[in-house]
């Protein structure tokens, strides 16, 4: 991960098998160590990209089910029908604010 000025960050390339056999979870458990060393180091919000595809359905899943909200693009990328844009308020979500519906993965106020 690299810091940008607002303390934001896009997560990185996350792909693992489906949840299945002797390393099923891995993939949750990949995300909540990304999150927990983002908080640690400040960050507010992650950010991510993943794909529209019905191939994708189980990644958007992983990534609502740890909080990920859909969102517009962000720095970067623009619309693209192939993407689906998600963001997570690490600041709220550490609160214990849950269900945020976010618009916009810009910085937070």
Same mark, same amino acid.
Request: glycine residues 12%.
């Given at each position: 991960?690299?810091?940008?000025? /607002?303390?934001?960050?896009?997560?990185?390339?996350?792909? /693992?098998?489906?949840?299945?056999?002797?390393?099923?979870? +891995?993939?949750?458990?990949?995300?909540?160590? +990304? +999150?927990?060393?983002?908080?640690?180091?400040?960050?507010?919000?992650?950010?991510?990209?993943?794909?529209?595809?019905?191939?994708? !359905?189980?990644?958007?899943?992983?990534?609502?089910?740890?909080?990920? /909200?859909?969102?517009?693009?962000?720095?970067?990328?623009?619309?693209?029908?192939?993407?689906?844009?998600?963001?997570?308020?690490?600041? !709220?979500?550490?609160?214990? /604010?849950?269900?945020?519906?976010?618009?916009?993965?810009?910085?937070?106020?």
């Amino acid at each position: 991960m690299h810091e940008v000025a /607002v303390r934001e960050e896009p997560a990185l390339r996350l792909a /693992v098998l489906p949840h299945r056999g002797p390393y099923a979870g +891995i993939g949750g458990a990949m995300l909540r160590h +990304i +999150i927990a060393a983002a908080r640690a180091t400040g960050m507010r919000r992650l950010s991510l990209e993943t794909g529209s595809w019905p191939y994708f !359905a189980p990644a958007r899943a992983l990534y609502a089910a740890h909080g990920f /909200v859909e969102c517009g693009p962000f720095e970067g990328y623009g619309p693209d029908p192939n993407s689906v844009f998600m963001t997570l308020d690490l600041a !709220a979500r550490q609160a214990g /604010v849950r269900g945020l519906a976010h618009t916009s993965c810009g910085p937070s106020p």
